[in-house]
């Protein structure tokens, strides 16, 4: 079994920062990828961002006030949220691409999500 648990979410005044961290655990031989989405209210989840092992991607809606980190060695990893405006306002969901063995394909696993709420 493999499990994704995020921590960090919160309220928070727009300009505020808030920082999420999600750690895997449980049967992993390799992590390719970690991430994060988020899904607000009506609206379909989206990629916020998502690091592997030599890039990091974000979307453009949070590029230069998002930063997205990792520490293999505690397979866990952070997303350091600055200049957060009510648009932000979201459940935040982690995500990974794990190999449970060396012969396994890579598959993807997802937390539960965590809120951040934004008020303006």
């Known amino acids: 079994q493999v499990q994704l648990v995020e921590s960090g979410g919160g309220l928070v005044q727009a300009g505020g920062s808030l920082r999420l961290s999600c750690v895997a655990s449980?049967?992993?031989?390799?992590?390719?990828?970690m991430g994060w989405y988020r899904q607000a209210p009506g609206k379909q989840r989206e990629l916020v961002a998502v690091?592997?092992?030599?890039?990091?991607n974000y979307a453009l809606s949070v590029k230069g006030r998002f930063t997205i980190s990792r520490d293999n060695t505690k397979n866990t990893v952070y997303l350091q949220m600055s200049s957060l405006k009510p648009d932000d306002t979201a459940v935040y969901y982690c995500?990974?691409?794990?190999?449970?063995?060396?012969?396994?394909?890579?598959?993807?696993?997802w937390g539960r999500g965590t809120q951040v709420t934004v008020s303006s």
């Open positions: 449980g049967s992993i031989f390799s992590i390719n990828a």
């Open positions: 995500y990974a691409r794990i190999r449970r063995t060396s012969w396994s394909p890579g598959l993807d696993y």
């Open positions: 690091i592997d092992s030599d890039s990091t």
